[in-house]
């Protein structure tokens, strides 16, 4: 007789586990520390965080299994192959890059925030982001989930007293509910018509469906994929991230802007390439029709905010990031019409690894200026480049990374990566709908680069840079100027798939 007891390999799990045990490392120590010495939780989050993706690299050697069904290995819960090792460096680096920047703005806030609460949530989020590109199954995909989601309500609306940090948690919070409603009632209709959780054997028993059932099945494709939509921003599901962003500490804000985003798109790929390759013609024409809404609705909306008076930046960015989120739906829809679809998925990768490193590096600059100019509005980097050289070169760099103009080539080609995509999948009408958006970007990331260059009305007092800031701000930028250099570092997966 076999056992049915499973040996867990340690290794594998050990990234997301790190994080978790630091997390309640972090959640301990918070009630025998006096308040003049919690700001040492800080540096314990971001050491465990570092040591979380160091961990990484013992498992470059090859693909790693564990929590497997007995006699099947390729029926696995947990699975730590190429794909899950890059998604879980940019979850884990995009935190860390976070919590270099609240290790500053939690020492700069006004309202005291309770760090002990605020290192212990970032950290159990940032466990759950790391283990869910991991999930094979669409339990522990869920929960994963919802590890990494329900921290970050709390993030969100951290600030005491403070209305807009309330209503931001509050919108967060009743959209994301929603989307895990939808999710599971449809994991629910796809269990009760495979009689299996694991998303390889979804993919071979869905195909066989009695007829009776199979519309119920369809059901329980088509919610699943609504419920991750919501994560990911897609419109018409983004009514809550301009509010979220600007309520939110802005370190949270850009925790959610590239992790937040990366578990959403995570998901979506799983259940689409893996579990659903076999309902291809519903859900690729259906991402397609969203990629398209998403990339417009998001890029009309960051460039209406010129029509506001003194318009936040941390708003701008957040439409930024709903245009951004179109350009990453192109190659999932586009992997709905491709031969290989596994390989299409390469696009989305190497882009998101882009934009997480370029995003974060515009926030950690944003919030450089919003130690002095606290409303954060575009007008405020008005002279900057007079006020602090460095930082408005950089962020200018950022911004034209991010609109996909040299010296930002690592920008520029991740677009060419993903319309080649869209045009290999022939998809043609959505890689003009790409271009057409392309152009709409570049007037509002230009005219942001330009303010940074002109004379300053006044000259607002300058303040010490602190070492953690310059440190997330030296990271991204370098980063961003390796991969613009050596593009292929992150294009590469283009061409050899991450499956």
């Known amino acids: 007789m076999s056992s049915l007891v499973q040996s867990v390999d340690w290794l594998a799990i050990a990234p997301p586990t790190l994080a978790a045990v630091a997390g309640l490392v972090v959640l301990v120590a918070d009630l025998f520390l006096g308040e003049e010495r919690k700001a040492v939780l800080g540096w314990v989050a971001v050491a465990g965080l570092a040591a979380s993706a160091l961990m990484l690299l013992p498992l470059l050697d090859g693909d790693r299994a564990t929590f497997c069904l007995t006699g099947q290995a390729h029926a696995c819960s947990y699975v730590a192959d190429r794909f899950t090792l890059v998604v879980q460096l940019l979850a884990l680096g995009g935190a860390l890059l976070a919590a270099l920047l609240s290790v500053t703005a939690l020492k700069d806030a006004d309202k005291r925030l309770p760090e002990g609460e605020y290192w212990f949530l970032l950290l159990s989020s940032a466990a759950g982001a790391a283990l869910l590109p991991a999930a094979r199954d669409l339990a522990t995909l869920v929960v994963a989930l919802e590890v990494a989601s329900l921290p970050a309500f709390a993030l969100v609306g951290i600030r005491r007293g403070d209305r807009k940090s309330s209503e931001a948690a509050l919108k967060f919070f009743l959209s994301s509910v929603t989307a895990t409603a939808v999710s599971l009632m449809g994991v629910s209709f796809v269990y009760a018509t ?9 993919a071979s028993r869905v195909q066989h469906v009695d007829g009776q059932f199979h519309t119920l099945a369809q059901t329980g494709v088509v919610l699943t994929l609504v419920g991750f939509a ?105 992997a709905g019409y491709s031969r290989d679809p596994r390989q299409a998925i390469g ?153």
């Not at 495979?194 to 979804?202: A, D, E, N, S, W």
């Not at 599901?237 to 500490?249: E, I, L, M, N, S």
């Not at 677009?415 to 271009?435: H, I, R």
């Not at 057409?436 to 509002?444: E, P, R, T």
């Open 194 to 202: 495979t009689g299996t959780l694991h998303l390889t054997r979804i």
């Open 230 to 334: 919501f994560k990911t921003a897609a419109v018409p599901f983004h009514f809550w991230v301009p509010d979220t962003y600007v309520g939110a500490p802005l370190p949270v804000a850009a925790y959610l802007s590239v992790v937040g985003k990366a578990v959403g798109f995570c998901g979506l790929i799983l259940v689409t390439v893996i579990a659903f390759p076999s309902y291809a013609d519903v859900w690729g024409p259906a991402l397609a029709a969203l990629a398209a809404l998403t990339m417009t609705v998001g890029n009309v909306g960051a460039l209406r905010q010129r029509a506001t008076r003194a318009y936040s930046a941390v708003r701008l960015l957040a439409w930024s990031s709903v245009g951004q989120a179109g350009y990453l739906l192109v190659p999932i829809a586009s």
């Open 347 to 499: 696009s989305t990768v190497a882009y998101a690894l882009m934009y997480a490193a370029v995003n974060l590096g515009a926030f950690a600059v944003a919030a450089l200026v919003a130690r002095t100019s606290p409303l954060n509005r575009v007008g405020d980097y008005r002279g900057l480049y007079a006020r602090n050289p460095l930082c408005a070169l950089v962020l200018a760099f950022f911004l034209l990374c991010l609109a996909g103009l040299p010296p930002g080539v690592i920008g520029l080609f991740a677009k060419v990566t993903v319309f080649s995509a869209a045009v290999d999948a022939g998809l043609g009408w959505l890689a003009v709908v790409m271009a057409v958006n392309v152009v709409i970007a570049l007037f509002y990331y230009l005219q942001w680069t330009a303010l940074l260059f002109r004379a300053p009305e006044d000259r607002p007092a300058t303040r010490r840079v602190p070492a953690p800031l310059t440190a997330a701000i030296a990271l991204t930028a370098v980063l961003g100027v390796v991969l613009s250099g050596a593009p292929q570092l992150v294009l590469r997966f283009t061409q050899t798939g991450l499956f």
